[in-house]
Structure formats: C-alpha cells, structure tokens
C-alpha cells in the first residue's frame, strides 16, 4: 500500500510498507533511473537532469536512509534497496528501465539488473563499486567502534561549519598537482553536514558494514559478470578518483568484455558532477546506440547452469576529451 505526496519545489514522495521515500520524476521519452552514491541523496544528479529530462524520463530517488527519504532501522543491503527501486518503478507505472548507478548506487544498480532482469534495459556504472576491493580508508573507518561518537562531536554546529567551509574553500583552490585530491571536497563537505542528522548516521553505518570490511570492498559483481551477456553496460570513471581506484575501470572491462568504458581526465569520484554535458552526452549516446536488453528465460537458466566462466583479457578502455 502506498501514499503519493508532492512538495512545491518539486520533490515527491510515496510511501512504501511504512517508509517514507523522496524521488524526484521529471521529463518524458525512455526511463532513467539515477542512483546516487554512499551518503549522498538525489542532488548529486542536480547538473545532469535538465540535460537528460529533454529527452528521457529521468527518476532520481533518494535511497533509504538518505538525503529526505525515511532512516529507519531497516534493510540496508544491496538486496533491499533492489526491491525498494522495484516498488517504486511499480508504483510510477515505469515496467522497464536504464539504471545508471554511481558508487554505491552501481551496486544497487548491478543487482538491480540480477534481480530484476526483466525490467532492465541497459546498466551504466559511474565510478562503481563491485569492481574489486579498494575502497578509500575514509569509508572504511566508518564501521570502526566510536564512529559514531567522533561524528557527533565533529558535526556539532561550530564545529561542523568550520570543517565544511574549510572543505569548500579546499575544493575551490584552482589548479596544480594538488587539484585530484582537493576536487571533491564541496561534496565531502555536504555528506559532513549531513551527517549532523543521527539517523542518518545510523543509516549510513549499517550500510556500510553490509558491504564494506576491514579489507575493503565484500560485494563483488565478478562471480555474476557472465549473467551480463545481454545487458548492454557502460562504464564511466574519473581519471583522478580517490575513493574507488581508476584502475577498477579495467577491472570492468575484463569482467564485461562487449561494455563500453570511458574515464575523464580532470575528473574525481563524481564524473557528473565535473564533466555534465560530457556526461549526458555519453549516457545518451549509450542509450542511442544499444538495443535494451530483452530477458530471456530459457538463456537466462542456461547461463546459470553453465556457470562462471574464466573472465577474459582486459579490454580496451577509452580515455575521454572532457
């Protein structure tokens, strides 16, 4: 059962078993569905969505436990937030769809399409997890005892304003060989402010010990790749990510070996977010030029009986002129 909502700036809301989830649904043409990132929420897609609302059906959520939607005590797994975007394609009477994933939400989108492949169209991956076991020790350390304790102290208000103006005025120095480290910290500052909120904190925690350890990365899409056969996928990174290695990228390729893989120059975690019209034009490009993937029981059971096969050489990937 659910209740649909609207705010005036656009933002609407559906509840689904109870909780309350915030999506933004704007444009016309073919289904996108955009998912963000750890701790991020819908407006981290802010730049893209007038470029691909002009011709696509662009659905931005914001997943449980992030930016308005509801943070309760709940599933957090990739799983869950698979079946919570079902339920709310369902609910907008969207049956098929193109997931683009960032992150975090590449992994949603990855199981998005394991669970759900009668539903999905196409796959893209922007700076994705799932692609090997590197992740920055930042996102780690989120699972440490006394996390949450530090957060509380370091976003109380006088605190947290001095380290998010600090971040934005890092994030704005110009250029030279400090800028890879510096770019993305106007978004480092927003997820520090929103970590003001305990809830959200909680959220983000047991997210992150559903799919982060001490070693890194748990949840892998390699055992799974093969089940892509027909999935058309694109990747998408930024050469200077420092949360999720570039070289993930390759990681990709071998795994998918038919995807397309592009990395920016002058680009860090959030690709989107530096390059947007490169961005929307590679997404739409994507879209153009691949036919959706038709789900096929039958090669579906065969593909699983068959098995994991041994992933192929790294393939070619592309250097994008953003």
Not at 58 to 78: N, Q
Not at 285 to 314: C, D, Q, W
Request: some cysteine; charged content about 20%; aromatic content about 8%.
């Amino acid at each position: 059962m659910s209740k649909q909502q609207t705010t005036p700036d656009g933002v609407e809301f559906v509840t689904v078993h109870g909780k309350r989830r915030a999506y933004i649904k704007t444009g016309s043409g073919p289904a996108l569905l955009l998912l963000h990132g750890l701790a991020c929420d819908r407006t981290t897609w802010d730049a893209v969505i007038p470029l691909l609302a002009k011709k696509y059906t662009v659905i931005a959520p914001d997943l449980l436990g992030h930016g308005l939607s509801d943070k309760p005590r709940a599933d957090y797994t990739l799983g869950g937030y698979a079946n919570g975007m079902r339920d709310l394609m369902t609910i907008l009477g969207i049956d098929k769809v193109t997931v683009v994933g960032h992150s975090f939400g590449g992994g949603v989108a990855m199981q998005f399409a394991y669970q759900f492949p009668e539903r999905t169209q196409r796959v893209m991956l922007v700076s994705s997890g799932g692609m090997g076991p590197e992740v920055s020790p930042f996102i780690k350390l989120i699972q440490a005892p006394g996390w949450e304790g530090v957060m509380r102290l370091l976003t109380l208000p006088g605190i947290r304003h001095v380290e998010t103006a600090g971040l934005r005025a890092l994030a704005s120095y110009g250029g030279g060989p400090l800028r890879k480290y510096t770019r993305d910290l106007d978004e480092v500052a927003t997820i520090v402010e929103s970590w003001k909120d305990r809830r959200t904190r909680f959220a983000i925690r047991h997210l992150v010990r559903a799919v982060i350890d001490w070693r890194g990365q748990i949840v892998t899409m390699s055992d799974r790749a093969y089940l892509t056969d027909s999935m058309p996928m694109a990747v998408v990174w930024g050469r200077d990510d420092q949360v999720i290695p570039v070289r993930h990228a390759s990681n990709a390729a071998a795994l998918a070996p038919d995807s397309t893989v592009t990395v920016l120059p002058e680009s860090g975690h959030f690709p989107h977010r530096d390059h947007p019209e490169e961005f929307s034009r590679l997404l739409d490009e994507f879209v153009t030029n691949s036919e959706p993937a038709s789900y096929n029981r039958a090669k579906f059971r065969r593909l699983l009986r068959n098995g994991h096969a041994a992933p192929p050489p790294a393939a070619l990937v592309s250097v994008g002129t953003a």
